[in-house]
């Protein structure tokens, strides 16, 4: 007799995934070989754009899968001040619309979000049902992407929320660092902003492994980052330290650095749920900042 589990591993075998040029998507592509029970489809947005709806829904005519997981998102932060509708139509509504498909074709899905959701303001971890408050247009859009797919409810469809993502691919604060780091003799970087960096590729490899086991009627979300704390100033020094790279860091305020968009000062997510519920190990922050180093050949 076959078991449950058995059933749902055996369904995901065709798996789409958006945002093929993104740190994620480039994660997950870079790490797909090993995975050899599945078949993957990865598209950017030129083959599948999810700022034209019309499109979007197109794509799907004459395609199924299994499984679709998005990892497009509008992610230009401070843009997303002056560009509300475009980024509320990739991340709220194109997000609405895939659910939709997700449903009609019995697909899983799974869609990442954002500790933008919140308000920054906790004293604690944040647990997956805390109340949202997002401060910015990013993060409303994403909230208002998460609520969609609440109330569609495709079914075998989760939620991950994320915070501080780098990668070797794409441009984030590792690289940055690293530039900036050879460039100038003394950088400032805020300290009173803390979270937990995450590298995408634990991400990417979380999703694949806990794929068989997704089984739920209603969507569930869930909190993914690497363990321990840390300011940007502490990521910053810590990246210098590991590359050997002569930059002095100095500790700045938010305050000291202004934005278009407010960012959240405490991001720190609670990841119980995500363990208990997968029997996941999720690294230490600074042992998978040290792996992603070595892949951008600035460790030996």
Not at 113 to 128: A, K, M
């Amino acid at each position: 007799m076959l078991t449950i589990l058995t059933i749902v591993k055996a369904s995901m075998s065709k798996i789409l995934v958006t945002g093929e040029n993104g740190q994620l998507g480039s994660e997950i592509k870079e790490i797909s070989s090993s995975y050899t029970q599945h078949e993957f489809t990865f598209v950017d947005r030129n083959t599948l754009d999810l700022s034209n709806l019309c499109k979007l829904e197109d794509y799907f005519d004459d395609k199924t899968f299994d499984v679709i997981i998005n990892c497009a998102a509008y992610t230009a932060v401070d843009k997303a001040e002056n560009e509300i509708e475009l980024a509320n139509t990739i991340n709220h509504r194109a997000v609405s619309l895939l659910a939709k498909i997700a449903k009609k074709k019995n697909m899983a899905f799974i869609h990442i979000s954002t500790d933008y959701v919140f308000n920054g303001q906790n004293y604690c971890p944040y647990i997956e049902i805390d109340p949202t408050d997002p401060q910015g247009v990013y993060g409303r859009t994403k909230g208002d992407g998460e609520n969609a797919i609440l109330d569609v409810a495709p079914k075998n469809s989760i939620i991950i929320r994320t915070s501080w993502v780098y990668s070797s691919f794409g441009s984030n604060f590792v690289k940055t660092m690293l530039r900036l780091g050879k460039e100038k003799d003394t950088l400032g970087v805020i300290f009173d902003q803390v979270g937990t960096p995450t590298y995408a590729r634990d991400l990417a490899k979380t999703i694949l492994d806990i794929l068989p086991k997704i089984n739920n009627e209603a969507p569930e979300i869930y909190h993914y980052s690497n363990e321990g704390v840390a300011s940007w100033y502490d990521f910053a020094q810590i990246i210098f330290e590991l590359t050997n790279i002569n930059c002095k860091v100095n500790a700045i305020t938010t305050e000291e650095y202004p934005l278009p968009a407010p960012r959240p000062h405490y991001s720190l997510l609670n990841k119980s749920k995500i363990k208990n519920n997968f029997e996941i190990t999720i690294p230490y922050w600074r042992d998978s900042l040290k792996e992603c180093l070595k892949e951008l050949g600035g460790i030996k």
